[in-house]
């Protein structure tokens, strides 16, 4: 990858776990506004191992993992039911960095799926509650219709429980590689990989 910036990875200034470098590298997306900076790439597969990716937004992240939502009944959904692993990559071309998380998926409990949902613009609770995502639909007017008559019965209130098909994921990390771009192809590659007494730090080559 091309680029007129040099940025180095300096080993000696990295922590002992990987979330405070992930948190500034946000951060630091975000500062340089970075269209969509909370935007992954999300890799899931069936449990033949067959293989499937998409983007999708990052609405969390703790100590825990890194929390996305979406249709459990999508292709995504029914392959994190077959196969609870996944695959995640930030990438920030104009920063020269990507972020590549390995893990297992579970899902959020109901309480943070139901406060999330209640926050999102009616609109998009809206389509929430009728797309059946990811299969066969006759046309657009057909999802259009859809909207309209839930419209109807639904009236003007702001009252849209949550439906039982649509929800939240966390990624519990397993492993973590930051990737800083150099010149000449020259990059630096840290990857963090947990273990049952913490996390180990090990440089990759570029």
Known sequence: MSTTLDLALDEMALEPTP???????????????????????????????????????????GDSGFDFYTNYQSRKGTELAENPSAALVFFWPTLARQIRIEGSVSKLTAAESDRYFAGRPRGHRLGAIVSPQSRP?????????????????????????????????????????????????????????????????QRLAP
């Open 19 to 61: 979330l405070p470098l992930f948190t500034r590298w946000l951060a630091d997306a975000e500062a340089a506004q970075v269209p969509d900076f909370n935007a992954m790439t999300l890799a899931t597969a069936t449990r033949e191992g067959k293989p499937s990716a998409r983007i999708v937004l990052l609405r969390g992240f």
């Open 137 to 201: 639909i006759p046309d657009r007017a057909y999802f259009e219709q859809q909207i309209e008559e839930l419209q109807r019965r639904l009236g003007d209130t702001d009252q849209l429980p949550r439906p039982d098909h649509w929800g939240g994921y966390r990624i519990a990390p397993t492993a973590i590689e930051f990737w800083q771009g150099r010149l000449d192809r020259l990059h630096d590659r840290f990857l963090y990989t947990r273990s049952p007494s913490g996390w180990r730090r």
